[in-house]
């Protein structure tokens, strides 16, 4: 059985926001062209009402994962405050409960991605390797240019090596193909990855220009659970940007399983960001460019 998943949390008030609306967008877009492939929507936290009942007219599973906060504490537990204050950590946390789904191709998606065809057709081209994802822009396989202040590959590299890591390459993960039972190898190293993730904070915190990148409530967090995790040892973030934080402590946690296998998604099947013409393309995850603007136009072009 061939599952896509989408994964959402949204702090605050049980009011609608444009992330109920992406996702919605998206999970339409996907129908138009697919009505039978298992969609899975993992919900942290509180929603507004209806938007469940949106979401199964659409034959949509939805699962309630209820606080995202106790989620992350019973994982890791020791830096539970800075983990639960960086908001998107939940999307690789739903594997425990898709293996028991029995699955044999898992594509997961964000909330801000749009189909232009059936999304069989990624299935059926991106198989034979356990991991497929689009290049992370800035890195060195990027056709924009690679740009070391972005990401440092030669730093990320270093760290690799230290923690016994193989090296996976830097991959945008809003959209990726898994196959072969790899989830339930991610599914293993869940605190493995929060702990990378926790440890690239405090490497943050500890470098006084990089601190500056951190939103307050981050920084706070990270300096509560600095005290009571002294033994926990830092990692430098050899990037500019935190909120690819994740990602990085994706890479290196893949790059612990043993016989992992790897590649891009092709730039003619996914585009990402502002990269322009949808001929051929089957899913466009559109996160640098104006969500409400693509969302207008494709409702207009779409119908909904």
């Known amino acids: 059985m061939k599952i896509v998943t989408y994964s959402l949390f949204v ?22 062209y697919n009505k039978s492939v298992s969609v899975h929507v993992f919900l942290y936290g509180e929603h507004p009402p209806g938007f469940t009942q949106e979401l199964e007219e659409q034959a949509v599973d939805v699962h309630q994962m209820g606080s995202y906060v106790d989620a992350i504490r019973r994982i890791h537990a020791r830096a539970f405050r800075t983990l639960s204050v960086y908001p998107v950590l939940h999307k690789w946390l739903n594997f425990g409960e898709l293996e028991r789904l029995a699955p044999t191709q898992i594509l997961q998606a964000d909330c801000d991605t749009f189909f232009f065809d059936d999304v069989d057709a990624l299935f059926a081209r991106y198989s034979d390797r356990h991991f497929y994802a689009r290049e992370e822009p800035a890195s060195k396989a990027s056709h924009y240019g690679y740009d070391s202040t972005y990401l440092d590959e030669s730093v990320l590299a270093a760290i690799a ?144």
């Open 11 to 32: 702090s605050g008030p049980r009011e609608r926001t444009s992330y109920h609306d992406e996702l919605l967008y998206s999970v339409k877009s996907l129908r138009l």
């Open 161 to 304: 090596q230290s923690e016994g890591a193989a090296w996976v390459n830097p991959y945008n993960i809003g959209v990726c193909v898994l196959n072969h039972g790899i989830w339930s190898e991610i599914a293993k190293r869940v605190e493995q990855w929060l702990s990378y993730a926790f440890r690239f904070a405090k490497g943050i915190s500890f470098n006084p220009q990089a601190r500056n990148s951190l939103w307050p409530a981050f920084a706070e967090a990270v300096a509560r659970d600095l005290l009571e995790t002294p033994e926990v040892l830092p990692l430098p973030f050899p990037s500019g940007n935190p909120w690819i934080l994740d990602q990085m402590s994706l890479w290196l946690t893949l790059g612990h399983i043993p016989g992992l296998t790897h590649g891009f998604l092709s730039r003619e099947h996914v585009a990402q960001g502002a990269e322009e013409g949808w001929d051929g393309k089957i899913v466009h995850h559109y996160f640098a460019i104006d969500k409400i603007a693509f969302r207008s136009q494709m409702g207009k072009l779409f119908g909904f």
